[in-house]
């Protein structure tokens, strides 16, 4: 995915995301960080569709994603989003093959080969025995995998991630971004963690006040200077000698 001069303003005139540029390279996982109201979800929701930037080019393998349809943007682009309310009493797998719908006519009904999918997507993901649970009885964790398989069937050439470990505990924050990790997708995420962020992503795209002010390799981009110019904090950044990814120790204000 090529991204170019992406900004957007909202109808009242407030600019939330201005000039935003970043490519993504096939089979990496890319992650956008930055304070709260910085811009992550407005650039991630311009990508996937829910909002139409007000100026700026995406294009995934050189087609125009801003040009497509929601279908065929769906055919490209697979979405799982930060808050994912389980209202609905589908089961697990029926809303695994919701993820063929891009690829199918309306009311056409599931194939054998969508079955079969459907099952591959859910054994990747360590599912298979929920196939059969309501969506709402899941835990946080499990209904995030049932939507990572979901968007697995809509066979994306890009993947998109909106807090993926929103409101989860560290267990299933690390089986999760360790299993996107191994999809072998392109991935782009927006994450809170800057510890994650480090050790989970090849680069990093940091955002404050709509702009991306800094882009590259976390242990290039994730440096003492910029956290105290962007999140106003003090920070000791290290090597982990176990991981090799940058490690950062956040200190409390006033400390000599």
Request: hydrophobic share 40%.
């Amino acid at each position: 995915m090529r991204v170019r001069g992406l900004s957007y303003t909202t109808p009242e005139g407030r600019p939330l995301l201005e000039g935003a540029d970043l490519d993504l390279r096939p089979g990496e996982t890319t992650g956008l960080v930055g304070p709260n109201g910085s811009g992550k979800t407005t650039l991630l929701r311009c990508v996937y569709g829910t909002l139409r930037p007000t100026a700026g080019t995406i294009t995934v393998d050189g087609a125009d994603l801003l040009a497509m349809g929601p279908k065929d943007r769906a055919r490209r682009v697979a979405t799982v989003p930060q808050e994912n309310r389980p209202e609905f009493e589908l089961t697990v797998r029926e809303i695994v093959l919701m993820g063929r719908a891009p690829h199918k006519r309306f009311w056409e009904p599931d194939s054998a080969a969508d079955g079969r999918a459907a099952d591959e997507a859910m054994a990747r993901l360590g599912i298979t025995e929920l196939a059969g649970r309501a969506f709402p009885s899941l835990s946080g964790g499990e209904r995030q995998r049932a939507l990572v398989a979901r968007a697995l069937l809509q066979d994306p050439a890009l993947l998109v991630l909106d807090e993926p470990t929103n409101h989860l505990d560290i267990r299933y924050q690390l089986e999760i971004l360790g299993l996107v990790r191994e999809l072998g997708t392109t991935n782009l995420l927006a994450l809170h963690d800057l510890n994650l962020a480090a050790y989970y992503c090849d680069r990093i795209h940091v955002l404050h006040g709509g702009r991306i002010v800094a882009a590259g390799p976390p242990a290039e981009v994730l440096t003492a200077e910029l956290l105290a110019e962007v999140y106003q904090v003090t920070a000791e950044v290290a090597v982990h000698p176990r991981t090799g990814a940058p490690t950062i120790t956040y200190l409390p204000p006033g400390l000599p």
